[in-house]
């Protein structure tokens, strides 16, 4: 009993050690008014279509895909005979 509550000791001492050091290692973030507690750096930005086509993904069936004209801000790209991706200027 007592070598495993040593070795609880010997944990929380570790890990109080790496909460007061760990700060003081890790870079400071860039300060946005854009950024918020859950961003961090393990993805890179999002950035938008180059051009907005206004067109989306239509068709019959899974098979006869294609791109198609329609009113709201969407860029359309085919890839392939049966492939289309789609999403929002």
């Known amino acids: 009993m007592k070598t495993a509550a040593r070795f609880a000791v010997r944990f929380l001492v ?3 050690l790496v909460r007061v050091v ?10 946005s008014p854009y950024s918020s ?7 890179g930005q999002a950035y938008a279509a180059a051009y907005c086509n206004n067109k ?3 068709g ?3 098979f006869n895909l294609s791109c198609g004209q329609i009113d ?3 860029h359309c790209e085919k890839f392939g005979r049966n492939l289309c991706s789609q999403g929002p200027c």
């Open 22 to 31: 760990l700060p003081l290692v890790a870079p400071a973030p860039a300060h």
């Open 72 to 74: 709201t801000p969407y």
């Open 60 to 62: 019959g069936s899974r």
């Open 37 to 43: 507690a859950l961003t961090t750096g393990a993805f």
């Open 56 to 58: 989306a993904c239509v």
């Open 14 to 16: 570790l890990l109080a």
